[in-house]
């Protein structure tokens, strides 16, 4: 979406911009390592900061930030009010009882996927697997369904300039080779990683589309190797995810 100048509010932008600096890699930062991050001023990160901290959102150790659970509203409030999650949730608990597999539900957000819905015991679920867990798309079996959704002209955009960078030994890093692994998902119309994002992680994906055959999410599922491989997971488990996948497309 864009908007006018006149009502871009400028000030709204950078404080988010300082929030999203926060993340696994940075989970405290000073005003001047947000600044780097954010792209802004050490002055204007510093009051930033200062705001945030003091309307609940970062916690300080008077140098440090971090973020404090009140973050959490946003995420929470759009779980419990967004109708994907709602419509994709009885059909992810069907397949985790079904298969006794890890399912999720993502959506793309510029460089990485959201989970925005899953299933499965803790005891199935992979490590960070959680709801609202941002992954790279380029490293997982979703991001890659999502990715391949977009039009050649969008995805080469997505593309220009950019370094895909190595997770683990496994993640296809090569430019090359990652545009050929997008062209082939959009042959198959599902996709497999394996230990890509993370070791000891398989992953099936297939598109879930609406009735205009838009893509509007991905759904998959997780394993660990020492309980699945790539052909007992295409065997047995890429049926339940077209299933669920047709069954879905009349509700989204």
């Known amino acids: 979406m864009t908007i006018a100048k006149a009502d871009f509010i400028e000030g709204m ?3 988010l911009a300082v929030l999203e600096s926060f993340d696994t890699e940075r989970q405290r930062l000073n005003a001047t390592l947000a600044a ?3 792209g802004i001023t050490r002055a204007a990160a510093r009051r930033h900061l200062l705001t945030l901290a003091h309307l609940g959102y ?4 008077g140098s440090y930030y971090w973020l404090a659970p009140k973050v959490l509203r946003f995420s929470g409030s759009y779980l419990a009010s967004a109708r994907l999650p709602r419509v994709i949730q009885p059909t992810l608990n069907r397949l985790a009882a079904q298969a006794g597999e890890s399912f999720s539900a993502v959506v793309l957000d510029g460089d990485e996927v959201v989970i925005v819905a899953r299933g499965g015991s803790s005891r199935m679920l992979a490590y960070g697997l959680h709801l609202g867990a941002r992954l790279p798309a380029h490293a997982t079996s979703t991001g890659r369904i999502l990715l391949a959704a977009k039009t050649r002209a969008e995805f080469q955009a997505w593309m220009k300039g950019r370094e895909l960078p ?3 030994v496994h993640t296809v890093v090569e430019p090359r080779r990652f545009r050929a692994l997008i062209e082939d998902v959009r042959r198959h119309d599902c996709c497999f990683a394996s230990e890509e994002h993370e070791l000891g992680v398989h992953a099936l994906a297939v ?3 609406n009735l205009q055959g838009q893509t509007v999410a991905a759904l998959n599922a997780v394993a660990p190797p020492q309980r699945r ?3 007992s997971m295409h065997r047995d488990l890429l049926p ?3 299933e669920a996948m047709r069954e879905l497309r009349p509700l989204l």
């Open 13 to 15: 932008a950078k404080g």
């Open 36 to 38: 780097q991050r954010a």
């Open 58 to 61: 970062l916690e300080t150790d």
């Open 166 to 168: 190595r997770l683990t």
């Open 207 to 209: 598109p879930l589309r």
């Open 229 to 231: 491989d790539a052909a």
């Open 240 to 242: 339940l995810l077209l």
